[in-house]
C-alpha cells in the first residue's frame, strides 16, 4: 500500500470550521483513493477535533501538539507521521479539486527525473467566487530561472516524494511562513527539478485572515533574504533579478494594503470557474 500511498499533509491553527470542512471535503472526493489526510493542529479557542471526526474516515489522522509550535513544526510534525513514499500540501482554506492527486501522482510516476510537481491555482475569495487564475512556469528549465525572481510553486499545490523532501534537508525554521521557498531554492541550486501542470488543480483562497495577506509583508522581506542567501551571488543572477531584488526591497516601505493589492494584481489573470 506504501508504495502508492499519498500522504496529505496539512497544518492547521485557529481554522474556519466552514474553510476546513470544505478542504477536507475535497480530498474525500478526490478520483484517486490511496491517500491519508494527516493534519497537524496547534490548540486555539476553535480547536477543530468535533469537525474532523464528524467525517468518519480512518484515512483522516489528526494530531493536536500541547502547544503553539508554528507553521513548520506542524509540517515537519506530519511528515514524520507520513506513511506514503508521496507527500502532498494542503493549507486548511483551500480546495483541491477532484482529480489533483490522481493527476499529480501519475505525472511523478511516469517522470522520475521529476522532483517537485505544482500546478497553476485558481484563486477564490472568502465566498469561495472567482478572483481569477494564477499562471506558473511549466517546464523545470523556465521553472529554475524564475525561481531567482520569485517562487513559482505554489506551496499547497504541491506533491513530492518523501525521500527527496528529506534528502534536501526538509523545512528549517529561519524563514517561518516562507520555508516553501528556502526549500525550492536549496533543492534549484542543487540541480532539482520541478515541473507544473498547466491545469489549475488547486482553489487557492484569499480572505482576510489568511497567512497569506496578514503576513504579506514579513514574507516580502524574507523573500529578498532567500534570494540573497541563495542566488544574488550566483551564476545565473541577471540584470532583470537585480533589479527585481532592489525593487522588493523598496516595497517593504510601503503600506501592507497596498503591496497586497500590487501582489494581487500581477499574479492573478482573470478566468471564470469551471
Known amino acids: 500500500m506504501a508504495r502508492d500511498l499519498i500522504s496529505v499533509v496539512m ?5 474556519s470550521a466552514e474553510y476546513l470542512s470544505r478542504s477536507i471535503q475535497s480530498i474525500l472526493e478526490q478520483d484517486y483513493p490511496h491517500w491519508e489526510l494527516i493534519i497537524v493542529e496547534d490548540p486555539s479557542p476553535n480547536t477543530t477535533g468535533e469537525l474532523i471526526k464528524s467525517f468518519r474516515d480512518e484515512r483522516i489522522v489528526h494530531v493536536i501538539n500541547s502547544g503553539r509550535t508554528g507553521f513548520v513544526a506542524q509540517i515537519n510534525r506530519a511528515v514524520t507521521l507520513a506513511r506514503g513514499l508521496f507527500v502532498a500540501r494542503m493549507d486548511a482554506d483551500d480546495i483541491s479539486t477532484k482529480e489533483r492527486l490522481g493527476r499529480q501522482i501519475d505525472f511523478l510516476i511516469s517522470h522520475p527525473d521529476i522532483h517537485v510537481v505544482g500546478s497553476n491555482l485558481y484563486i477564490i475569495d472568502e465566498r469561495g467566487e472567482s478572483l481569477g487564475e494564477r499562471r506558473y512556469p ?15 510553486i505554489a506551496h499547497p499545490s504541491v506533491m513530492l516524494r518523501k525521500k527527496d523532501l528529506i534528502a534536501a534537508g526538509g523545512y528549517t525554521e529561519e524563514f517561518g511562513t516562507l520555508a516553501d521557498y528556502d526549500l525550492w531554492a ?20 484569499i480572505h482576510r485572515d489568511a497567512t497569506k495577506n496578514t503576513l504579506l509583508k514579513k514574507q516580502l522581506s524574507d523573500t529578498v533574504k532567500i534570494k540573497k542567501k541563495y542566488f544574488r551571488f550566483r551564476q545565473g543572477w541577471s540584470l532583470a533579478c537585480e533589479l527585481r531584488y532592489w525593487a522588493e526591497n523598496c516595497l517593504k516601505l510601503f503600506p501592507k494594503s497596498f503591496i497586497y493589492y500590487l501582489f494581487i494584481k500581477l499574479h492573478t489573470q482573470k478566468i471564470t470557474l469551471p
Do not use: C, D, H
Request: proline fraction near 5%; hydrophobic fraction near 35%; avoid cysteine.
Open 11 to 15: 497544518p492547521v491553527y485557529r481554522a
Open 138 to 152: 511549466e517546464n523545470s528549465e523556465a521553472i529554475g530561472n524564475n525561481m531567482r525572481l520569485r517562487n513559482v
Open 186 to 205: 536549496r533543492m534549484t541550486v542543487s540541480g532539482k527539478k520541478f515541473f507544473n501542470l498547466t491545469q489549475p488543480l488547486l482553489r487557492y483562497r
